[in-house]
């Protein structure tokens, strides 16, 4: 093992950890919203407590996400400063956006709505909620933009080793970024809506109050309106795929030579015809590329070298997204079905809600395993090799040691994230506090 082995596994295992925190605080901030939309349009007092409760859950989470994410920052100095030479330029914009547009409007929008509660004009205060969370979208789509420029480079040339843009427009409106946010952002309302089954489940089982069924029946029809939007980006992706990745279509599909009429992969053994051309063109006769006859044409065209990802990896993380996320939404689906025309959740669906947390967690980091680790050898696909990428004179031990302090200073961070969201579900709703009644002045005080 070398250094740029520890630098892959320090990068891979941080941003994993961050990743946890992403998608539920994308998903949750919506979520929140719309419950104080709720409150704000009905007047019902359900809808505040639930509004407070779940902004607490969402307050912890994006604080953790925010300290996370910094270590992120630090790794492009220490560990990958050829590659940060290299997109520097294409990077800047878009990564600029997001830190003084996006979260900019994030964070300041969220601080007014911690602390405007009774202060600000109530249409003011829910606004704040509103540009909050769309800010936490916005910082989403700058940061997928320029991960997607990663895996499908437009708008730049290469001068004197570093890549420079050339066309902003081209870098945001990417292909594969119009097909990347989507399915990101509708997996995140995916994790905040298990988030929200789950918590919701626990406490129908303690009790049986009518706001949890509606905080539920909310969550349940996030979740399912998420899933369609999953499904249909995650079509487009395939077939992006097929033009601009083909060596991770393989990878992922086990497909070894090029075949028509290739077979879409359920597990080794078990094959269905014709389906992963099908997917991929909408032609179940096209001819996919396999990873042998691929690796043959890229060291013609790039020189010796394996160019294979880790199939293993790419293959079974391919089909856990797939299991785990169609878990989720077949069991909002259900979910949705048995409480129809205002039935109770029954007692063994409240159960079944628990395992709602884990299930798209796992989902999405498998498929954030299949879209980094499927784009191996390159940090840019065609441009930038990863073994290139890596900080000159960086030494094994000085990776080690970094790497030792992220995990211990992680796994400190995580035992404090679950004490506190733990703590504050267990607390449950707090009862809003009545409004303060203004002191009668007296004639002779009054001037």
Known sequence: MDALDLARWQFGVT???????VPLTIGLGIFVAGLQTAWHRTGKEQYLKLTKFFGKL??????????????????FGMNWSEYSTFVGDVFGAPLAM??????????????LWIFGWDRLPKKVHLACIWAAAIGSNLSAYFILAANAW???????????????MTDLWAVLTN????????????????????????????????????????????????????????AGTGDMSAKLMYEQQPMKLASAEGLERD???????????????????????????????????????????????????????????????????????????????????????????????????PLPLVAVIAGWLLSEIGRQPW????????????????????VAISLTIFTLLYGVLAV??????ARHVRKGVEEPEPAPQAERLEPSLMY
């Open 58 to 75: 969402f307050l912890i989470n994006f604080a953790m996400g925010v300290v996370t994410g910094i270590v992120q920052e630090f790794q």
């Open 416 to 421: 404090a994230e679950t004490v506190l969201l």
């Open 150 to 164: 990663m895996k499908h480079p437009v708008g730049y040339e290469v001068v004197d080793g570093k890549a420079q």
């Open 175 to 230: 292909s594969t970024a119009l097909a990347q946010v989507p399915h990101v952002i509708g997996a995140a309302f995916i994790v905040a809506g298990g988030f929200v089954l789950a918590v919701c489940g626990y406490w129908l089982l303690r009790e049986r109050a009518p706001m949890w069924r509606s905080a539920a029946r909310a969550a349940l029809v996030m979740t399912a309106l998420a899933g369609a939007v999953v």
């Open 98 to 111: 997001e830190a003084l547009l996006a979260f900019f409007m994030e964070s300041t929008f969220l601080g």
């Open 15 to 21: 941003t994993v950890y961050h990743f946890l925190f």
């Open 259 to 357: 075949t028509a009429g290739a077979p879409f992969s359920v597990a080794p053994g078990i094959e269905i015809p014709n389906v992963l051309s099908f997917l991929s063109t909408n032609d179940p006769g096209a001819t996919v590329q396999g990873t042998e006859d691929l690796q043959r044409r890229f060291e013609q065209q790039f020189g010796p070298g394996d160019y294979r990802p880790n199939q293993p990896v790419v293959f079974w993380s391919f089909r856990v997204m797939i299991v785990f996320g169609l878990a989720t939404v077949g069991l909002s689906v259900l979910g949705l079905w048995l409480t129809r025309r205002r039935r109770p959740f029954p007692n063994w669906f409240s159960r079944a809600l628990l395992p709602a947390l």
């Open 379 to 398: 940090t840019v696909a065609g441009e930038l090799l990863t073994a290139a990428s890596v900080s000159p004179g960086v030494s094994l031990a000085e």
